[in-house]
């Protein structure tokens, strides 16, 4: 993974852990599970996800929607509850580190399959769950408005939230109990015996640090750590990696393209800068748009979780200042770190377009010039409202100026603006591609308008030459609709490598890939747009509409025949 994110990795291995919800004297009616983060070692205090505590509710998952909801105190739910939270000896020794490092061959042991000898090592060595008590269930009333106002109202239909996809058989109730708890977690406080108290005695204080809300901008990189299936077969799930970045953000409501599965609600995401810091909890893995995957993950921001607790756990449980006082730092508030990536400049020349009821991505290639797709703006003279993030919510009124044809293989549009995009770094037009390099796409898909550009992460998958000549460009970015017309930048330079065409739809099956999409290489559109900027001649760009046959077969996603067929007859 590179150097950069070593210090995320070991403290996201050492933090991450696995929560079980049980009832008491019922170990086979049932097991609820999720992902946590230990905050601290001694006292153990772990925060999970609250979804495995909506069977035990006294009062029913209804309780969660409270308008004055912020937090339950653990009489909530009944008592029969049974909790036990495991983790690996990374995350309670230095020796438990080293012996998960020793390279041997492991077969890893699951639930529901029949055990090897004992002589045969374990694919991950584990400590025994370890039994936990609720202190409380907490929720950030910030982030339930906010996801109400984006994902509520007349979007609340297109939109799904159920740890699988929508056509899994889950009950209406179950989907609705997933719905109620979506922003609520749980502080526990692992019960050590004897043995444990020793082993843990030289783990005194937080086991992380926290990024204050705020101060991790869109595009940076992001590791989240968690156990797919919750307690199903840790020894092969427990603490998986996985790699994003910050896509966007409302308030302590976060995404991520970090690519998540369901178990994983309450793991921990951490920063690469400052390194290793707490950023979030994942909320919800796996988001549905229209029974569209989207490939992002919904998370809640940890620092107002965090302040949350300090204050209910003073007011419910008289004398446990001491106990508040172990929960983990921010980041600058007790230590002297620098808070905040300097972010993308290069992103900032995103722009949103709208073309009367017709909204999608452009970038702003020359102070009065932007680039979008065909069928965003499709008409030439047509007017648009382009809107960009800087300065805040700046809207400017141009006219299509170039639309190319609907048989040509290029998607392409060109908007003039009335007045000029100030403060916008105009990106640097790239000359050559690497496959395998890391790319960033910038866009306007999923939310609109509502939060700004997302930023979505991956690596140029391939490019497809005719002639020598790059005509084509494939990603791995996340891109959804909305995002047509959005830039293709590198990650490493901020050069723009392209304009954002497609995604990708299975059209036997209706299935869409956000993961496989395609760009218009920005090399072929420079000269022709250099051209028009410097003398407004449109020859350039209306050579689009004449692309070779071969080109149109590559966008036709069609295998040219090598020699026409023979007749039989």
């Known amino acids: 993974m590179g150097r950069q994110w070593g210090p995320a990795m070991r403290t996201a291995e050492q933090a991450g852990c696995v929560v079980s919800a049980s009832r008491a004297g019922q170990p086979e009616a049932g097991l609820w599970s999720c992902s946590g ?39 909530s739910c009944n008592d029969d509850l049974r909790l036990h939270v495991q983790w690996s000896p990374m995350a309670a020794s230095p020796a438990g580190r080293s012996e998960r490092g020793r390279p041997e061959l492991c077969t890893p042991q699951c639930a529901g399959l029949e055990p090897r000898s004992s002589a045969r090592p374990r694919g991950r060595p584990l400590q025994p769950p370890r039994p936990a008590e609720l202190l409380l269930l907490l929720s ?23 740890s699988g996809a929508p ?10 109990d997933q719905l109620r708890a979506l922003g609520w977690f749980a502080l526990l406080r692992v019960r050590s015996g004897e043995a444990a108290a020793e082993e843990d005695a030289d783990e005194l204080g937080a086991a992380v640090a926290v990024a204050p809300l705020g101060t991790v901008p869109k595009g940076a990189p992001l590791l989240a750590c968690g156990s797919p299936f919750g307690a199903f ?33 309450g793991g921990g995401v951490f920063a690469v800068r400052p390194a290793g810091a707490l950023v979030a909890l994942v909320a919800a893995p796996l988001c549905w748009k229209a029974r569209e995957w989207v490939g992002l993950t919904l998370l809640c921001a940890a620092s107002p979780l965090l302040h949350a607790a300090r204050a209910a756990l003073v007011g419910l449980h008289p004398g446990s200042e001491v106990l508040a006082a172990q929960l983990p730092p921010e980041v600058g508030a007790m230590r002297s770190l620098p808070l905040q990536d300097p972010g993308l400049p290069w992103a900032a020349a995103a722009v949103l377009v709208e073309c009367s009821t017709v909204w999608g991505s452009g970038v702003a290639v020359a102070p009065c010039l932007v680039v979008t797709c065909r069928h965003v703006v ?32 290029y998607d392409i549009a060109v908007v003039s603006l009335e007045k000029s995009l100030d403060g916008i770094p105009m990106p640097v037009p790239a000359e050559h591609f690497h496959e395998g390099e890391a790319v960033s796409v910038v866009g306007f898909g999923v939310f609109g308008q509502a939060c700004g550009p997302s930023v979505t992460s991956g690596i140029l998958s391939a490019v497809v030459h005719v002639d020598d000549r790059p005509v084509m460009l494939q990603t791995t970015c996340a891109v959804h609709g909305g995002s047509s017309g959005g830039p293709l930048f590198s990650t490493r330079s901020g ?31 420079q000269p022709a747009l250099q051209q028009y900027s410097e003398t407004g001649d449109l020859r350039g760009l209306r050579q689009l509409d004449r692309a070779t046959e071969p080109v149109q077969v590559v966008w036709r996603l069609q295998r040219p025949l090598a020699e026409v067929p023979r007749s039989k007859l």
């Open 37 to 75: 983060v230990i905050l601290s070692r001694s006292p153990g205090l772990v925060l999970c996800h609250g979804g495995i505590f909506t069977p035990f509710l006294r009062a029913g998952s209804g309780v969660l929607t409270a308008a004055s909801a912020a937090f339950l105190p653990s009489d």
């Open 140 to 162: 950030c009333p910030a982030f339930r408005a906010h996801f109400a106002r984006l994902f509520g109202g007349d979007a609340a239909e297109q939109w799904r939230f159920a």
């Open 167 to 176: 056509d899994d058989e889950v009950s209406e109730d179950e989907e609705e």
């Open 233 to 265: 077969c840790p020894d092969i799930f427990l603490n998986t990696l996985s790699r994003g970045v910050l896509s966007n953000s409302a308030g302590p409501l976060l995404l991520t393209d970090a690519r998540c599965l369901p178990g994983t609600e």
């Open 378 to 409: 499709p008409r030439e003279e047509a007017k648009v409202l382009v809107r960009s993030a800087i300065p805040k919510s700046a809207a400017i009124w141009g006219h299509v100026v170039f639309a190319t044809q609907e048989m040509s293989p």
């Open 495 to 525: 050069d723009l490598l392209g304009i954002v065409a497609s995604n990708t739809r299975d059209n036997n099956t209706g299935a869409t890939y956000p993961h496989l999409n395609f760009s218009i290489p920005i090399t072929v559109l």
